[in-house]
């Protein structure tokens, strides 16, 4: 029997935790976590396979969001995991430094990505002006898949943050996560 997981579950548990090898080669945080309730594990799992593997979003500015939203919701491990992927993916210094808390002079469109995370994640809205600004650079569809990563990657933060806490480091200190 697995912690967590009644008898009657194990079945479901062991699928899960198969979906999770073969499509992401390991069972790391938040998924282990996420495994006590394996159906929304499977889900969640897929979900995050479109976002990251098939989605329509340029990797750089899905990874500028994702750094952005783990700072905004105070994941140190979203944070540090993602960080050597954002590099990858040529995201800015500058844009690491702003999606950390730091002034920073970062790309635009990078620039624009942190304002929407900042602004849909701290007032649940998103101002005209950067709404306007990722609509010259961003389709309506991908607009759409910013909004969902961004949702993604603040519940993955959700869940390393309340039941991993030691792996959930404060991010209030200025620069955390460089």
Known sequence: MVDGVDASETDAYEAA???????RGQVALPFELLLRVPQLCTRVADLGEVIRFRGLLPDRLRETAI?????EVRCRYEFDSHLPIARSAGVAEATIALASGADADAPVDES???SFVHELLQ????GEATLVGLGAVLSEPELVELCVTVGYYALLAGVVNVFAVDQAENMDQEGAGQ
């Open 123 to 126: 007032r649940r809205e998103v």
């Open 112 to 114: 624009l990505v942190v």
């Open 17 to 23: 935790r198969q979906h999770l090898i073969a499509t």
């Open 67 to 71: 750094l952005a939203t783990a700072r």
